[in-house]
């Protein structure tokens, strides 16, 4: 629709002299970003190719980016909570409810237990591997 039409803008001037540029400047869309670049037949510049978009739809366009980075960062955030509860929820099923405290204790009076037993007592695996043994087992 241009084609052909004087332009506008006064920033032109670097593709005139061969070389290729962007600017942001006000022509007949208004102020819009413009890339220039030389059009060349063998060695011989022969014209110039401006390509322009009106900052309004720039502005937009990276508003759009940012409101979807933005959405992805808080969905994001939102699946890492729902993880981490779920996970700390199954946990503490495997655990039977208790925190490591109440585990630390449990693991006490079990080896109080075990040692003040007067009787042997031989713990063994699956693989018949000896994992515990109390002080009178030990005796024996």
């Known amino acids: 629709e241009r084609i052909g039409k004087k332009f506008q803008g006064g920033d032109e001037y670097p593709v005139l002299h061969g070389r290729a540029s962007m600017s942001e400047s006000k022509g007949t869309l ?3 970003l413009r ?3 030389p059009i060349y037949d063998g060695d011989e510049q022969i014209g110039a190719v401006a390509v322009g978009i009106p900052m309004e739809n720039v502005n937009e366009a990276f508003a ?3 409101r979807d980075i933005i959405l992805g ?8 909570i729902v993880g981490a509860i779920l996970l700390s929820r199954y946990i503490k099923k495997i655990l039977h409810g ?3 405290s109440g585990i630390a204790q449990l693991l006490g009076e079990r080896n109080t ?6 009787e042997g007592i031989v713990a063994v695996n699956r693989d018949s591997r ?3 043994v109390n002080k009178s087992a030990q005796d024996i």
């Not at 960062?73 to 890492?80: D, E, P, R, Y």
């Open 30 to 32: 208004g102020k819009s």
């Open 35 to 37: 890339s220039f670049t």
């Open 64 to 66: 759009n980016a940012n």
């Open 73 to 80: 960062a808080i969905f994001g955030i939102l699946v890492g």
């Open 98 to 100: 208790l925190e490591p």
């Open 113 to 118: 237990m075990l040692q003040s037993v007067h």
């Open 130 to 132: 000896i994992n515990l």
